[in-house]
C-alpha cells in the first residue's frame, strides 16, 4: 500500500510547475488577495468551501456502514467544519467582539479535525477500541476555551487583547493539530486501497496548508509582517484540499453502496 500512496503522492509532485504559477497570480492578484486583512472574494470562497464540505459530511454519513469507524469520528468531522463554517462567517461582520469570538470556533474546529483523524487512525489503522470516556476528551477539551474566554471577558480584558490571545492560541492548536493529523493520514493512506488512498492523502495536503497558514500567521503576531495575501492563499487551499476529501469520500462511499446494493 505504500507504493500506492507514494504513486498519488509523486503525481501531485509533478504538477509543481502549475501550482508555482497558480501561486504567483494569486498572490499578485490586488483584486482577489489584498495585503490587509479585508472582505474579498476569498472571503465568498471560504465559506462556499467549508459549508458545502458540511453538505458533504451529511451525504458521506448516509453510507457510514460502508466504513466502519464508529460514530464518534463523524460527529467530529461534522463538527470540524460546522464550526470552521462559523469561523468563516465572522469575516462578514466589522464586529471587534466577534472577530475575537470566531477565534474559539476555529479552536474547535482544530480540536475536532485532529481528534477525527486520530480515532479513524486507532480504529483502522491500530485496531484498537475507542472507549466511551476517550472518545469525549476531545469535547472536554474544546470546553476550556470558551469558559477561559469568558473569564477573560468579565476580568476585564480589551477586546483587541482577547483577539490576540485567541488567535494565537488557534495558531498553536492548527500547527500541533495539523502535524498530527499529516501522520495520521500518512499512516492511514499507507494501509488504505482504493479511494480510500486518495481522501487520506487530501486531508494530509489539507493539513499541511493549515500548518503553513496557521504558522505565518503565528510569525506575524509576533512582530514579522506577513503579507496577508499569502495567508489567505494558504487558508484557501486549505479550504480546498478540504472539500475535495470530502468530495472524495462521499463519492466513493455512494458508489460501493450502490455495487454492494
Not at 476531545?138 to 480589551?158: D, H, M, N, R, W
Not at 495539523?178 to 493512506?189: A, E, F, N, P, R
Not at 500548518?211 to 496577508?228: A, D, H, M, Q
Request: net charge positive; hydrophobic share 50%; charged share 10%.
Amino acid at each position: 500500500m505504500n507504493e500506492c500512496y507514494i504513486k498519488s503522492f509523486i503525481y501531485l509532485k509533478t504538477n509543481i510547475f502549475g501550482w508555482i504559477v497558480i501561486v504567483i497570480i494569486m498572490v499578485n492578484s490586488s483584486y482577489f488577495y489584498g495585503f490587509e486583512e479585508t472582505l474579498g472574494p476569498h472571503v465568498i470562497l471560504s465559506n462556499l468551501f467549508w459549508w458545502t464540505s458540511l453538505v458533504l459530511v451529511i451525504a458521506a454519513y448516509k453510507n457510514r456502514r460502508i466504513w466502519n469507524v464508529g460514530e464518534m469520528p463523524w460527529a467530529y468531522l461534522f463538527m470540524t467544519f460546522l464550526f470552521f463554517g462559523i469561523r468563516e462567517l465572522g469575516h462578514l461582520t466589522q464586529s471587534p467582539m466577534i472577530g475575537s469570538i470566531r477565534y474559539v470556533f476555529g479552536i474547535f474546529s482544530a480540536i475536532f479535525m485532529t481528534s477525527a483523524l486520530i480515532f479513524i487512525y486507532m480504529k483502522t489503522y491500530k485496531r484498537k477500541t475507542i472507549s466511551k470516556n476517550m472518545s469525549f476528551i476531545p469535547l472536554v477539551l474544546a470546553l476550556i476555551f470558551p469558559i477561559f474566554f469568558i473569564y477573560l471577558y468579565f476580568s476585564g480584558t480589551q477586546t483587541e487583547n482577547l483577539k490576540n490571545i485567541f488567535s494565537n492560541i488557534e495558531n498553536i492548536l492548527w500547527i500541533i493539530g495539523g502535524s498530527i493529523t499529516v501522520y495520521t493520514t500518512y499512516m492511514l493512506g499507507t494501509k488504505s486501497t482504493g479511494g480510500f488512498v486518495n481522501v487520506f492523502m487530501f486531508f494530509q495536503f489539507a493539513a499541511i496548508f493549515a500548518i503553513l497558514w496557521k504558522f505565518l500567521g503565528f510569525i506575524g503576531s509576533l512582530g514579522c509582517p506577513i503579507p496577508y495575501s499569502i495567508r489567505e492563499f494558504l487558508e484557501t487551499m486549505f479550504g480546498v484540499f478540504a472539500i475535495i476529501s470530502m468530495y472524495v469520500l462521499e463519492r466513493m462511499l455512494r458508489n460501493l453502496s450502490k455495487y454492494i446494493s
